[in-house]
């Protein structure tokens, strides 16, 4: 059985006390109670290179070596996120630089993060690992039972890790986020089992303390959604519930994975109950690329709590690791350490030979799309927003595709694929405006994911383009798919789930729900990631072998210059009025439209123009402000009156198309409405062209204009008057239209006819009597 220093310490005051009964005291020397520092980092992502704020790996390196010489007690640890997605100096040498200089600066020991994943379980295991001379963790991270990895590495990542300094036994726990398969290729951990992070924490904290451990912290690759306390113990959030579920075993909580900086005191309720010297717990982040470090600094006393000893202070700090000069110039706060400087310096020099080559030319900028600034970045990115690089990468793929598989039709592009900008201007010597080199390309797809094609029907298209809502508790709320040029659609923003996409079309045509559609996407979509799940339900997918970088540079050989697409693809309607609605002159067209503009500063109309068929019926202003995490830059309200004889031949309500276009952007959006031109029905009152009852001017049935002599034997079969209206126009429908035949009614009409005619006789001989006596008499009669 071992004996734990915990039990040997107080096997110690035991002993102590018994001496005392024995008439023999012992009287150790009072002892300080030991520092204890742990310095941490997040989220490198390969930043080896100092650049702004990011210090570099050299300062970084440097920091460490000087905080470290002022306390030989001390950690350099990291919550994930060391590699991957990284710029091209580490990226196109596969980090291996980045290990090596975190390897030079005394890495002790890391969490996984969901980076380390990017080129799938076996590349850690036996590339990555045995590479790097610290320790990665991940107790929430196991093999399945029985599965196959297919690695060439048997060991699997280690839960726990441990430091001793003298008699302090410090003990760390890794954990990576719960959402580590929707963020990386599913295929490539698929052998794997991602665990809760608050059950495997404390399984493991447990066993640390049982096992003699003084200190616990927990490294964990999920972070705070923003820097307040209030969010971060919020157990509404992943972090909050790991915040507050965590046992008192856990003396501190480094995280990452949210790129945010903060450094939070937690009060733990057990401690409170205990009474103990220290009742809060550290919580803290030190946000990304090198910015900063987090310190934290136990004190921890052998002697305390009746010779088992404990932690009686804490403190925690955020150490930047640069700082901006009178000229906004960033500099280093700590000198670099030289022998990470030149592994810094040879990456540097064999990624600037195997950059520099020319790829190609644009004629504009390839932006990803941008949230609302903050005092730390101009053009936060948008993953929820369409971009031209989201649609241009998504026209590269596809014609990429097409070389394999000529069936293909459509393309698609998560936005988190997109690391960085392809931007016109130069960069400097010998890189002219418009120049996109393979340094460029690079950095913008650095996974280098391979494209696969599948075939869906029209109703998983549909599928595929709701699932850009995320679930809840992803991430992001939203993440908008980069779609190739032919493909557009229309969704409604405030819709239910499964109802949001409206229209979709390919190359002008309605997208059959029955038929079926060849799609290229990236390995890692076409796996389900990014929980996009329909895309992994495919039929027939194949891998065409080809990279994601390689596309690109094969279609700016094939294509320069290439220009941005400035029109939306995807376009947000809102119907206020009736979409269905029977629309007749007079009447309003009422719709909210939204995705108008893209948010990057791109080019954009101020306003649009509004036809109904052929006819402009108004201008409409756009609002660009933008709107963060979502689609909906570029606002509209269309309200539009429907026109007099828009369609003058038109005597029936037909379907036509309110256009909305951009003309600047070359947006477009047409829906089709139905608008009735003609009368009203059952309004004529036949007083112009007539009607089936013969009530104009003399029809077939004999109504005349007034002028008959009364031969005719019968008005209509409706008792159409004998035109004595001026205009011939009564319908007879007024005395008597509706009533029933008794079989009288012939012989009645008869003598009533017969009677008129003697009257009109006897009039006309009166008139001839007085026109012969006057001599021709009053022409006004």
Known sequence: MRLTRRFNRALGAVAAVGLAGVGLTAVPAEAEPVPIDILATNDFHGRISADGQSAGAAVLAGAVDQLRAENPNTVFAAAGDLIGASTFTSFIQQDNPTIDALNAAGLQVSAVGNHEFDQGYCDLIDRVIPRATWEYIGANVAVLPGADTGCDTDTEIAPTWTETFGDVEVGFVGAVTEHLPELVTPSGIAALEVGDIVAATNESAAALKADGADIVVLLVHEGAPTTAFEDAVDPGNDFGEIVNGVSADVDAIVSGHTHLAYNHSVEVPEWVAEDRDVTTRPVVSAGQYGFNLNKIRFSYDAAANGGAGAVVDVESSILPLTERDADGVWQPLYPADQAVGEIVTAAEDAAEELGAASLGTITGDLFRAAQNPTADNPTPENRGGESTLGNFVADVQLEAAQVTDPETQIAFMNPGGLRADITFGSSGEGDPDGNVTYREAAIVQPFANTLVTTTLTGD????????????????????????????????????????????????????????????????????????????????????????????????????????????????????????????????????????????????????????????????????????????????????????????????????????????????????????????????????????????????????????????????????????????????????????????????????????????????????????GSTGGGDQAV
């Open 460 to 771: 998983q298209l549909a599928q595929v383009l709701e699932e850009q809502w995320q679930p809840a508790g992803a991430s992001r709320p939203f993440l908008k798919l980069g779609v190739s040029a032919g493909f557009t659609y229309t969704y409604d923003p405030d819709a239910a789930a499964g109802e949001r996409i409206t229209t979709m079309e390919l190359d002008g045509a309605p997208i059959d729900p029955a038929g079926q559609y060849r799609v290229v996407v990236n390995s890692f979509l076409a796996s389900g990631g990014d929980n996009f799940a329909t895309l992994a339900e495919g039929a027939d997918s194949t891998d065409t072998g080809q990279v994601d970088l390689q596309a690109m540079v094969n279609y700016l050989a094939d294509n320069s210059p290439a220009s941005p697409d400035l029109g939306q693809r995807a376009v947000g309607v809102n119907w206020v009025s009736d979409p269905d609605a029977v629309y007749a002159p007079g009447d309003e067209i009422a719709v909210d439209l939204s995705s108008l503009l893209f948010s990057h500063g791109e080019p954009a109309d101020a306003t649009a123009t509004v036809t109904l068929g052929d006819t402009e019926v108004g201008k409409v202003d756009i609002d660009p402000a933008i709107v963060d995490t979502t689609d909906e830059v570029g606002r509209a309200q269309v309200r539009v009156t429907v026109p007099e004889a828009t369609m003058p031949d038109t005597t029936a309500a037909e379907e036509t198309a309110l256009v909305i276009e951009l003309p600047e952007t070359g947006t477009t959006v047409a829906l089709p409405v139905t608008v009735d031109f003609g009368d009203d029905p059952g309004t004529d009152d036949g007083s112009e062209n007539g009607d089936e009852n013969g009530a104009e001017n003399g029809d077939e049935n004999g109504a005349d204009d007034g002028t008959d002599d009364g031969a005719d034997e019968s008005g209509d079969e409706n008792g159409s008057d004998d035109g004595a209206d001026e205009n011939g126009a009564d319908d007879g429908t007024e005395d008597g239209d509706e009533l029933p035949d008794t079989g009288s009614s012939g012989v009645l009409w008869w003598v009533i006819g017969g009677v008129a005619v003697l009257v009109i006789g006897g009039a006309l001989f009166a008139v001839s009597r007085r026109k």
